[in-house]
Nanobody
Framework: QVQLVESGGALVQAGGSLRLSCAAS????????MAWFHQARGKEREFVAA????????SYADSVKGRFTISRDNDKNTVYLKMNSLKPEDTAVYYC????????????????????WGQGTQVTVSS
């Protein structure tokens, strides 16, 4: 049974930091590209970041470049999202997703590339 379980979401003040985790099981995590998306209330799900199977290739949405860092630990079957300098507009439910293609696609932002999704974790940034 495939599972992606996100954790680490919280209420934080603007300018603060959080680290999200996504623990994977039930598939060959080490061969998948992993990604983070977020979805604010009333809006569509949006791409945040992606990382290739080996961790050597990453991609970020322009809105988070320089503030967020995606990383992975294949020994722990876990992908992380370190979020610094948080802004109120970062408030959303954050989801991790798995793409069976091992490298970050040029179309990484397209949700239909991803085979598996987690249930999400809420991040709220107060001003």
């Amino acid at each position: 049974q495939v599972q992606l379980v996100e954790s680490g979401g919280a209420l934080v003040q603007a300018g603060g930091s959080l680290r999200l985790s996504c623990a994977a099981s039930g598939f060959t995590f080490g061969s998948y590209t992993m990604a983070w998306f977020h979805q604010a209330r009333g809006k569509e799900r949006e791409f945040v970041a992606a990382i290739s199977w080996s961790g050597t290739q990453t991609s970020y949405a322009d809105s988070v470049k320089g503030r967020f860092t995606i990383s992975r630990d294949n020994d722990k079957n876990t992908v992380y999202l370190k979020m610094n300098s948080l802004k109120p507009e970062d408030t959303a439910v954050y989801y991790c997703a798995a793409d069976r293609f091992p490298y970050v696609r040029s179309s990484a932002a397209a949700t239909n590339n991803y085979e598996y999704w987690g249930q999400g974790t809420q991040v709220t940034v107060s001003s």
